[in-house]
């Protein structure tokens, strides 16, 4: 088949596996999942939608060199993920580590198409369940990964943050080294490592987009609370979902949903807030491959080092946030 990503241009999926498993119930609706949940939704952010992502990933890895079964450990890192994305993390009070789709993915997985395909073509389904087998895909925070590169590089085209230039740049500077993704210059690594804070506060950690995910999981807990929904519902992709919590007549869950807008602020309130909530916070410090050895660029950069060390520290804890209107 031939595939067309804005990141990466075109490509030609020639393996039967992975053709295949493109073709899945289980793939297909990561369609309907909008990588930033109801902020995407809505249209606070752009509607990137964790299929494309996970195809990103895959790519991403292809490019690098990766084994076939790394390609498919990346295309299907994020099939557990439900609707709305990591707004269920709110709802079940995993804010800060926000791995509510890698908890759930093995009983998930079990039920779906997939063991009886990968079997099919001669692989035990469990092998991709630990994605630190496949340091390519997955390495621990603050390092270089396909799933971390690939989901910033579409949030930063997205936020204006990247043009194509930049980006081209950056995918041209990686390289592996000792089995994991680094930059083969200087200049690369300070591009990655300070857009990437700045896509964090514009977007995953950005107050007002944090402000409504925890509004819409405590919408989400008072449909659960009065059985206008159940967990089984959080596997339907986002549009039904945000259907079926309208569809309730409860008066407090309808209070919560009718703040779920792009009109809605928020405000930092010590004194009188609407809830505390904290989030987790992202920032990466990217290897740099020089004479054979992985040197990360706070080592190298003194700078960069104290301006990660200092957005962290100063949006880290629970912030007091106040719902101060929704404009007409």
């Not at 039967?16 to 073709?23: R, T, Y």
């Not at 402000?211 to 008072?222: F, P």
């Not at 209070?255 to 009188?272: K, Y």
């Amino acid at each position: 088949m031939q595939y067309q990503d804005t990141i990466y241009g075109p490509a030609a999926i020639t393996e039967p596996v992975l053709v295949a498993l493109l073709d899945t119930a289980v793939l297909q609706r990561l369609k309907g999942i909008m990588q930033h949940g109801i902020s995407g939704l809505i249209g606070v952010t752009a509607p990137i939608t964790r299929f494309e992502h996970s195809v990103g990933a895959m790519l991403l890895v292809r490019r690098l060199g990766g084994s076939l079964a790394e390609q498919i450990a990346a295309l299907l890192h994020d099939v557990s993920h439900t609707a709305f994305s990591h707004v269920i993390d709110y709802v079940v009070d995993g804010h800060d580590d926000q791995s509510y789709h890698d908890e759930i993915k093995e009983s998930y997985l079990a039920q779906t198409e997939l063991p009886e395909l990968l079997a099919a073509f001669g692989y035990d389904w469990r092998l991709f369940l630990d994605e630190s087998a496949f340091p390519l895909l997955e390495q621990p925070s603050p390092r270089l990964c396909a799933d971390r590169l690939d989901y910033f590089l579409r949030d930063a085209q997205a936020l204006g943050l990247a043009t194509a230039v930049q980006i081209q740049f950056v995918l041209d500077s990686l390289v592996v080294g000792h089995g994991r993704i680094a930059v083969n210059n200087l200049e690369a690594a300070c591009w990655l490592g300070y857009t990437y804070i700045q896509a964090d506060d514009a977007s995953w950690a950005n107050f007002r987009e944090v402000g409504l995910y925890e509004v819409t999981a405590k919408a989400i807990r008072r449909a659960l609370a009065v059985g206008s929904i159940s967990e089984a519902d959080f596997w339907l992709t986002d549009a039904p979902f945000w259907d079926k919590l309208h569809d309730s007549d409860d008066t407090e869950l309808q209070q919560w949903l009718a703040l779920i807008s792009p009109g809605t602020r928020f405000e930092w309130d010590e004194h009188n807030p609407t809830f505390r909530v904290s989030t987790k916070l992202r920032a990466i410090d990217p290897d740099v491959l020089a004479d054979g050895q992985l040197i990360p660029l706070s080592t190298l950069d003194a700078d960069f080092a104290h301006h990660r060390r200092d957005y962290l520290q100063r949006k880290q804890g629970k912030w007091p946030m106040r719902v101060v209107m929704r404009d007409a």
